[in-house]
């Protein structure tokens, strides 16, 4: 019997032109807890999508237990003895622990009905053999989310399981969550299940795993033993390169630290309601950096009135204003390119047109803000047309057969054309091709030069360290750091940003 | 002489190919088409269908549904429903007619008539919009309160003997034309520009096409939806008074499955049933496309429950025609 249990060799996996990984091993011994570490957008997720059978790889190999193997779909790799644990839960609210564990494969009577009774008792076992505390009759939505964490697990242990994958299994649960799913891990192990690990915690990877191995921009870095490494030497392998020079030269600091403030913003929300501070200073951009997950979109969404706060004081240019919507927001100066551009960016069915000039269209409108006024508004379309580079044959054409680069550009247009000095975009690059974020850096450079004041959410390092100002690094749903000057850096960031220990 | 008949043959031949290609694509394609294929064939087997008095005929039958498409085509553009259309155009008709009998002079009754459909799409309007609960759930329950209200109120029975001068909504002509026909004619018109012109239709459609982006582009949206269900509201209670004029009584059973007719003609006039996509006049279209098959069925001596068979199938094939264009 070889020593290992799963080894990937060469995996290489393109999207159109993209390439998500490039020649990635991972191998993983019999019994062992190996982490999966890198950043967003390191390749983890694709990488476990082809171990599972979601995608198929273009290059490479999947060996088990030392025979080649091929997964075509997910219930492929299930009967080869791989389960996989998503972000995203898939288990049935309504239904019951029981039922969620037997779906799919329920017992049957004699004559043919449910066999509750039996199901009951043999997910009770089951569960009691884990360890995990739950009764089975329990209605899914009753439980907490570590709960349901565990009842995933339990349902993905069958005696064939040879491998468990657990993506980020610890980024929505408390510490003491977290504690229990290791406790739930230990006993796996001791079973002989191999599991691989995908986290950014640091921490967490010290805490349970055997064996490392870091992904960086789809390729493969290395695979060390955790008791040989140390945190520094691994935030070194996850972000371990220089800035590229592609990036619009910054003010400096100390000028922009005397600048005045355009906004003060303190909120609390979350689950502590722990007071948060933001504040801006004219023609600066503000990174908010952070793990996905850890709040900052949550944060500006409360801040602009998208989402209810608790407690809530904004100062706009010194003024005391109240935000309670995106209406108000807009009306004070404060504009936000959302995260997710098809769901909340553009109108798919409109027409570049149509989506640019959304939200001006009372203020260009005749006889009292009523009637629209098109001439007007194709002026204002066309100009950011031409000023963003917007490719299209025509403004009339619908976003929906737009590329990405350019809906999002189409989204930053509509803001553009109202007169916001304060604008927030929220992981404007995301998904769009290297050319247009290029174009976009420029863009954010030239909007400060005007004395319009930026946010920028980034989970892209580079972005953030490139283009930033000042960065405050959040986790947890706080603000943790506020960084400025020579200490933003990759390391730095991310030491926050993961909750690794400070070195002073 | 020959030569000069080809050419025309060609050119008819050419319009016919533009005009099917001006229509590939388009939702309501296949109402138009069939549009134009009933009435053709109608006037072929028919003497009387092509007749100015048919015409005329048609054109007052639909004026009710007609009106009630209107407010529904809003409600739709904006992804919502308003089930209550028939109900509320009841409940308006009995307190118009009873203001009457009670006697309310002509016009101050019909303004209670009017205000009686707003009122209830005001109240549709902020339990959708502000408390935000299902459109569909919440003008279900409008139906059966409003019906329950106009039975109540009127004992189930019609309230008639209203002044004959009130008569004129439903009955008279002005310049030769059917009243009824001119108040369909312009709040048509009016919702086209209140659609195409104002800032208002803008929104409807921004909202009917991405919810939250028209939000988070700092619209009110709920505002916005609000007003939608007022306008049906609205529409409802204004096709009431043709209703109630024509028929000279208040009628607290009148436009039971006139929600059904009107998202019907809505659907078949192109709008998208998830909103954001259709145009008012798509909506008259398939308002007149449907009086053409009721008033066709009849002239042929259909019967009535055969006619809703057809009414039902010609939806179907509506919705699957334009639906297999969106896949493509």
């Keep these: 019997m070889s020593e290992y249990v799963l080894r990937l060799i060469g995996i290489s996996k393109f999207f159109g032109g993209v390439k998500a990984l490039q020649n990635v091993h991972l191998e993983v011994k019999r019994g062992e807890i190996h982490a999966l570490l890198g950043e967003n957008g390191a390749g983890k997720s694709t990488l476990m999508k082809i171990l599972s059978g979601v995608y198929q790889p273009d290059a490479g190999e999947i060996e088990i237990e030392g025979n080649e193997a091929h997964f075509s779909s997910p219930q492929e790799a299930r009967k080869a003895g791989i389960g996989i644990i998503f972000q995203e839960f898939s288990l049935v609210p309504y239904l019951t622990v029981a039922q969620n564990i037997f779906l799919g494969r329920e017992l049957k009577t004699k004559i043919g009905t449910l066999d509750n009774k039996k199901m009951c008792s043999l997910a009770a076992d089951h569960l009691q053999d884990l360890g995990v505390q739950i009764d089975p009759k329990t209605v899914v939505n009753q439980l907490s989310i570590a709960q349901q964490q565990f009842i995933e697990i339990t349902k993905a242990v069958t005696d064939d399981l040879k491998i468990l994958i657990l993506d980020e299994p610890t980024a929505t649960l408390t510490p003491n969550e977290v504690k229990q799913l290791f406790l739930l891990m230990r006993r796996l192990q001791k079973r002989g299940v191999s599991m691989v690990f995908i986290s950014h915690h640091i921490d967490d990877v010290f805490e349970i795993a055997d064996r490392v191995t870091c992904l960086r921009d789809g390729q493969y870095i290395g695979t060390k033993e955790v008791r040989d490494v140390s945190t520094d030497q691994l935030i070194q392998m996850m972000v371990g390169r220089t800035v590229s020079q592609k990036f619009p030269p910054k003010s400096t600091y100390e000028t922009i630290l005397q600048r005045p403030l355009c906004l003060e913003a303190s909120l609390s929300r979350g689950k502590d309601y722990q007071e948060q501070k933001i504040t801006l200073h004219k023609g600066e951009i503000l990174g908010l950096s952070g793990l996905v997950g850890s709040g900052r979109t949550e944060l500006i969404r409360a801040l602009i009135g998208a989402e209810k706060t608790n407690d809530k004081q904004v100062l706009v240019d010194g003024k005391e204003v109240k935000i309670n919507s995106p209406y108000d927001a807009l009306h004070f100066g404060i504009g936000y390119v959302p995260e997710d551009r098809k769901t909340q960016g553009v109108i798919l069915p409109f027409s570049i047109l149509d989506n640019t000039v959304l939200n001006t269209l009372t203020k260009t409108a005749k006889f009292h803000g009523i009637w629209v006024n098109q001439k007007k508004n194709k002026e204002n379309c066309e100009k950011q047309r031409r000023e963003l580079s917007i490719k299209t044959p025509s403004v009339q054409q619908k976003v929906r057969n737009l590329s990405g680069g350019n809906q999002q550009k189409v989204v930053i247009a509509k803001w553009l054309t109202t007169d916001c000095h304060i604008l927030i975009f929220d992981e404007p690059t995301r998904g769009i091709d290297v050319g247009a974020k290029a174009e976009i850096y420029e863009l954010l450079r030239e909007l400060v030069k005007k004395n319009v004041s930026i946010i920028l959410i980034s989970s892209e390092l580079p972005e953030i360290i490139g283009l930033s100002d000042r960065v405050l690094v959040m986790r947890s749903d706080k603000i943790v750091a506020e960084l400025i000057g020579d200490a933003i850096n990759s390391e730095e960031i991310m030491r926050y940003a993961t909750g690794g220990k400070t070195n002073g | ?328």
């Design chain 2, 1 to 328: 002489m020959a030569e000069e008949k080809k050419e025309t043959k060609i050119k008819i031949v050419k319009e016919g190919a533009f005009f099917l290609k001006a229509l590939k694509g388009r939702p309501e394609a296949f109402t138009i088409i069939a549009f134009i294929v009933l009435s053709v064939f109608m006037s072929i087997i028919s003497d009387t269908f092509f007749s100015l008095s048919n015409i005329n005929n048609i054109l007052r039958q639909v004026s009710v549904n007609a009106i009630i498409s209107v407010g529904m085509t809003m409600v739709i553009l904006t992804g919502g429903i308003d089930l209550s259309v028939g109900p509320v155009m009841a409940l308006s008709s009995t307190f118009m007619a009873g203001a009457m009998i009670n006697g309310i002079p002509v016009f101050p009754s019909v303004l209670i008539g009017l205000a009686t459909g707003l009122a209830f799409g005001f109240l549709n309007g902020v339990l959708i919009s502000y408390v935000k609960q299902p459109a569909f759930i919440v003008t279900l329950a409008m139906m059966e309160i409003a019906r329950g209200i106009a039975l109540l109120y009127t004992g189930g029975y019609p309230l008639s003997g209203l002044p004959s001068s009130f008569g004129f909504v439903g009955k008279g002509r002005l310049l030769g034309i059917q009243v009824p026909v001119i108040i369909m004619l312009i709040t048509y018109i009016i919702a086209f520009f209140l659609l195409n012109r104002f800032v208002f239709g803008r929104y409807v459609y921004a909202i009917g096409g991405n919810q939250e982006a028209t939000r988070l582009s700092g619209i009110k949206v709920k505002k916005y939806m609000m007003i939608v269900y007022v306008i049906s509201g609205f529409t409802a209670a204004l096709s009431s008074v043709i209703l109630t004029s024509r028929l000279m009584s208040g009628q607290p059973n009148a436009g039971s499955g006139f929600e059904l007719d009107a998202i019907a003609a809505v659907v078949l006039g192109g709008t998208d049933m998830s909103g954001g996509r259709g145009h008012i006049f798509g909506t008259l279209l398939g308002v007149l496309m449907l009086g053409v098959l009721n008033n066709g069925l009849n002239l042929m001596g259909v019967s009535p429950y055969m006619q809703r068979v057809v009414k039902g199938i010609i939806i179907l094939a509506a919705i699957y025609i334009s639906s297999n264009k969106e896949k493509k």
